[in-house]
């Protein structure tokens, strides 16, 4: 479990990094590769989605859902006020982290906090993230399938006036050692999300013709019975 933890913590100490120091100017090249490097130098080994640490994406690309074999990232700049989601991929040792954040920047400087984002459509976007996650820890036990979560919460994206922008629908995946045996978070997946170790849950969603999309994602397990974020 520690090492776990502890690969899943670099992810997160890598997004609490470049929140620091993106700013206006700066290429979305540049971003994936110094987090990249901040991983490598925080304890990763590799990466082991298609060998891409991070998949970042700005503005109208926020709203995008691609398969890691076809991403690639595009040489473009941060403007002054813009949505940022960067989504990480680190390991080590066949370990895996998967950590994805949506960062707002308003007049030049990263908004650290949801409630002091102006924009009404980036604030309630970013709201219905936390609530999503929120949701997922009331709901599910150790008897709610992998299929009885995509329902549930799909339905609650829709009941709130959002969209699943996943290209699959799904919502998430178990995490294992090879990523060609990862099952998800869809419909007919009749497992039971505590038959795994861990599995990730990371709704990707806009509202109808918007374009920004938003994107948090966790490493979620059991321990007594209960749900908790690695």
């Not at 776990?4 to 992810?11: F, G, L, M, S």
């Not at 640490?53 to 941060?78: H, L, P, W």
């Not at 038959?195 to 374009?211: C, G, L, M, Q, R």
Request: glycine share 6%; hydrophobic share 35%.
């Amino acid at each position: 479990h520690m090492k776990y933890k502890n690969i899943q913590r670099v992810a997160k100490e890598t997004i609490s990094y470049i929140q620091t120091i993106i700013k206006p100017d700066m290429n979305l090249l540049d971003i994936r590769r110094l987090c990249e490097e901040k991983m490598l130098s925080l304890g990763a080994d590799s990466f082991w989605y298609w060998n891409i640490g991070a998949f970042v994406f700005s503005g109208d690309e926020t709203t995008i859902s691609v398969s890691g074999r076809k991403y690639i990232t595009s040489d473009r700049f941060i403007s002054n006020n813009d949505i940022i989601t960067i989504d990480l991929s680190p390991q080590n040792n066949k370990i895996w982290g998967d950590y994805a954040r949506t960062i707002i920047i308003e007049n030049g400087k990263v908004v650290d906090c949801i409630d002091k984002i102006q924009n009404n459509e980036w604030r309630n976007g970013l709201l219905m993230e936390e609530r999503l996650h929120k949701e997922l820890i009331a709901f599910v036990t150790p008897q709610t399938t992998f299929e009885e979560l995509y329902l549930h919460i799909n339905d609650f994206i829709t009941d709130n006036g959002f969209i699943n922008l996943d290209f699959m629908g799904n919502l998430g995946h178990s995490i294992v050692k090879n990523k060609d045996e990862r099952v998800y978070t869809e419909k007919g997946n009749h497992l039971l999300l505590s038959s795994v170790d861990y599995f990730t849950f990371e709704p990707h969603i806009s509202i109808p013709n918007s374009k920004y999309g938003y994107k948090k994602e966790n490493i979620y397990y059991f321990f007594n019975g209960k749900l908790v974020e690695l």
